[in-house]
């Protein structure tokens, strides 16, 4: 009997929990998550800036949202952080919308969405899944006032680097792997608005190699230093759309024309969209390599504000056209190409020189014509085995004062189907320095059958 009376007690207590745990998780239940509007902008421990209005354009329960709460923060308004770190389930940042978190660490924003702008005053990303955000069709992502390592993460639609401070401020990118890659769906800006200073640098450890691929477009600021980290490794920088310097590109830490040591970047364009490189300040590039398009359909313009805003360092290929234009424009000087070979200019590529000064004499052994040499302005001088022409090459010479040592066609098989054209412009064929096959060919041969020549002035 004694037994059973403990029995039903124990039964009973057991009963009582059992109801209020269901009490306790229905309760739970049926606290849902609240959706929050920017009412105002302001700082978001203010309760009157949000509204459960969805359009926003009503004061409704203003509260200050929870972890279990979404945010929506509309156009034209911007919400601070400068109190806690805070935590939702979801954000989305409207268009011309602003999340600034300021220096405050340790945020958790859920699912993040929209096309708006986070701001950051730390080296510390907020938690939270970005994939819709840092999509083509997402927001940006900007780093202010800020100094140190910024965080390894390797996607970013639109990315923004700032100080609009008086401090000179480094920010740098990490090679914790080799290779270390990082995208950008969208443009990379650099910006330096105040009496301060901002350089960024590719890379904090040896040997680890960057990749960094740009969608769109790059733009640096005047006072800001874009740059290789002094460690032995030769980075890569790749940009679809227009580069365009208002401040230094130090892509060498190296004498120019020396093989890099202690850290260095090869400037690459690549891309269906003709493009331009603008050197409107100090730009030293290790390589400059161009990848446009399927053919020579596809431009690099390279423009300069002055001579000497643009020098090329590697100690072998300065320049490597792979498929697409290079056109060489006024107040660009270059001096050499490669480390002393034979310069090839592809089947898919063209050179052009329109207002440049290209005086390669002692470089470049020679340059073969397998895609097209022309120039319409400037200055070109080549000695050694002068232009080769290919078996399908175009020399186009339309202006310009042009020296060379010799034209001859390439020693290859196959029909020799090449094109001398001239219109325009001076061309000296001065055979004055030795070159490889001179032995074989005089200052100026094009006696194949099937090659086509025109000259109507300046020869």
Not at 2 to 23: D, G, Q, R, V, Y
Not at 157 to 180: D, H, Y
């Amino acid at each position: 009997m004694i037994n059973n009376f403990k029995t039903n007690i124990m039964k009973e207590h057991l009963k009582k929990i059992l109801l209020l745990l269901a009490f306790l998780g229905l309760s739970g239940s049926n606290a849902q998550a609240t959706n929050y509007y920017t009412f105002i902008s302001g700082d978001w421990s203010t309760p009157g800036i949000w509204t459960t209005d969805p359009t926003g354009l009503t004061s409704v329960a203003p509260a200050v949202p929870g972890a279990s709460d979404a945010v929506f923060v509309i156009n034209n308004k911007v919400v601070t952080n400068t109190v806690i770190a805070r935590t939702v389930t979801a954000t989305f940042i409207q268009s011309n919308a602003t999340l600034d978190l300021g220096i405050i660490t340790g945020n958790n924003l859920g699912t993040v969405s929209g096309s708006g702008l986070i701001k950051l005053s730390s080296t510390s990303f907020p938690l939270g899944t970005f994939t819709s955000f840092v999509s083509a069709t997402g927001g940006t992502i900007e780093y202010y006032n800020v100094a140190g390592v910024l965080p390894s993460i390797s996607t970013y639609n639109n990315l923004k680097i700032s100080n609009s401070t008086g401090a000179a401020n480094t920010c740098i990118f990490p090679n914790v792997t080799n290779p270390t890659n990082y995208e950008l769906n969208g443009d990379l800006t650099l910006s330096n608005t105040g009496a301060g200073s901002l350089i960024v640098s590719l890379g904090n450890a040896n040997t680890n190699v960057i990749n960094l691929i740009v969608n769109k477009g790059v733009t640096l600021s005047a006072g800001v230093t874009f740059n290789a980290g002094n460690f032995n490794a030769i980075h890569q920088v790749e940009v679809l759309r227009n580069f365009t310097n208002n401040g230094t590109v130090q892509f060498s830490n190296s004498a120019q024309f020396t093989a890099s040591s202690n850290g260095a970047v090869n400037l690459k364009f690549s891309g269906l969209n003709n493009a331009v490189l603008s050197c409107n300040s100090t730009t030293n590039l290790y390589t400059l390599i161009v990848n446009k398009g399927i053919d020579a359909g596809t431009t690099l313009q390279v423009t300069s504000a002055s001579l000497g805003n643009l020098e090329l360092y590697s100690n072998g290929d300065a320049i490597q056209l792979i498929t697409g234009t290079l056109r060489l424009n006024s107040n660009t000087s270059i001096t050499r190409v490669n480390g002393g070979a034979i310069f090839q200019i592809p089947s898919t590529s063209r050179l052009w020189i329109d207002g440049a000064s290209v005086l390669i004499n002692g470089s470049a052994n020679g340059i073969q014509v397998d895609g097209e040499f022309k120039v319409t302005a400037g200055d070109f001088s080549i000695g050694n085995e002068g232009l080769i022409v290919g078996l399908n090459g175009l020399i186009s010479i339309d202006g310009g004062i042009n020296t060379v040592e010799k034209i001859r066609p390439v020693v290859a098989v196959g029909a020799q189907e090449g094109t001398f054209a001239m219109t325009s412009g001076v061309l000296n064929v001065d055979g004055t320095t030795a070159g490889l096959e001179m032995v074989i060919f005089h200052v100026f041969v094009y006696h194949m059958l099937d090659r086509d020549f025109l000259c109507r002035e300046g020869f």
